[in-house]
C-alpha cells in the first residue's frame, strides 16, 4: 500500500517544529532558505542535520562552499521566515536578505542577528533522501540570543510558545 503525498502533509502538519534559516555564500553569491527540518545528532562530534529540497539554490551553494549556517528564529521573526520561504514581496532585484540584519562567526557563512540560536557549520557529509537531501554539517561555533523564545510552525500557521495571561 502506498502513501499519497497530501496524506503524509496532512499527517505532518500535526507535528510541531521549530524554523530555522539556512545560509551559504560563496565567493560572488550567498543563498538562503526556510527550513524546519532540522536536529541536533551528535555532541561528540558536534553534529546537526537537515533536510532541503534537492533543487534549492542554497543546497547547491553548501555543496561547492561546504558550509553553512543556521539560524533558530524568535517568535519575532516570522516574517522571516515567509522572506527565506520565498513567500515575501520584495523590491525588484531584491535577495532574500533584503533588510535583514546579519552577522558572521566562523565560516563566514551569514547568521540571522537577533535569532534565538545560531549555529555556524562546516559540511560533514549529503544523503540523498528521495526528493530532498539529508545534510550533516559539524559545528564549529554557536551561540544563543537573549530570551527570546523560538518561533514554532504548527498546521500553516506560527504560534508564540509564552504562555498567554
Not at 28 to 48: C, H, M, Q
Not at 105 to 129: F, M, N, Q, R
Request: glycine share 8%; hydrophobic share 40%.
Amino acid at each position: 500500500m502506498s502513501v499519497d503525498a497530501e496524506s503524509l502533509k496532512q499527517s505532518m502538519r500535526r507535528w510541531a517544529s521549530g524554523v530555522t534559516v539556512v545560509t551559504s555564500v560563496g565567493e560572488s553569491e550567498r543563498a538562503g532558505v526556510t527550513a524546519s527540518s532540522f536536529t541536533s545528532i551528535s555532541v561528540n562530534p558536534p553534529l546537526i542535520l537537515m533536510s532541503l529540497q534537492a533543487f534549492t539554490p542554497t543546497l547547491k551553494l553548501i555543496e561547492q562552499s561546504g558550509i553553512f549556517g543556521v539560524s533558530i528564529l524568535t517568535s519575532k521573526q516570522a516574517h522571516l521566515s515567509a522572506q527565506f520561504a520565498g513567500f515575501a514581496k520584495l523590491p525588484e532585484g531584491a535577495d532574500k536578505f533584503y533588510g535583514v540584519e546579519l552577522f558572521t562567526a566562523e565560516t563566514g557563512a551569514p547568521l540571522v542577528a537577533h535569532s534565538a540560536a545560531w549555529i555556524d557549520c562546516k559540511l560533514s557529509s549529503i544523503y540523498e533522501a528521495g526528493l530532498s537531501r539529508i545534510v550533516v554539517g559539524e559545528v564549529l561555533a554557536t551561540g544563543q540570543g537573549e530570551d527570546d523564545l523560538p518561533l514554532v510552525y504548527l498546521n500553516r500557521g506560527y504560534y508564540d510558545l509564552k504562555k498567554q495571561e
